[in-house]
């Protein structure tokens, strides 16, 4: 067998492993909402799908781009915003629409949102 088939045929059985294990990431993550638990971490997350934390952070980087810490809080983020702008949550306070997204705390979100701004900064000035 010649080299390049070699490594099509690798690439296709590392690609047709991590399919299955990406589907359950996908279900537990965005189906059922994991990152707005409170405890949400690689480490809770990784004995949730069977996993080591190294797997779930590859995961998280290869196919959304970010390390798994950073898309539980950017889904917060993203959560928090829908909340906020939903007409029901009229009479609840920021804080509280805060905590029902995860977030530990206001501080654990400012500190997200300035992270987010500088990190937009910096993409903005390459």
Do not use: W
């Amino acid at each position: 067998m010649s080299l390049f088939n070699f490594i099509l045929v690798f690439i296709g059985k590392h690609r047709s492993n991590g399919a299955p294990i990406k589907n359950v990431f996908d279900h537990y993550f965005f189906d059922l909402k994991y990152y707005l638990q409170k405890d949400a971490s690689i480490k809770y997350f990784s004995h949730l799908l069977k996993v080591s934390a190294k797997k779930v952070d590859e995961i998280s980087s290869v196919y959304y781009t970010l390390p798994f810490q950073l898309l539980v809080n950017e889904h917060r983020y993203k959560h928090f915003v829908e909340e906020i702008e939903n007409p029901i949550n009229a009479n609840l306070s920021i804080e509280s629409i805060i905590n029902l997204c995860g977030f530990d705390s206001n501080d654990s979100f400012v500190d997200y949102v300035k992270e987010k701004r500088r990190i937009n900064q910096l993409q903005i000035i390459r």
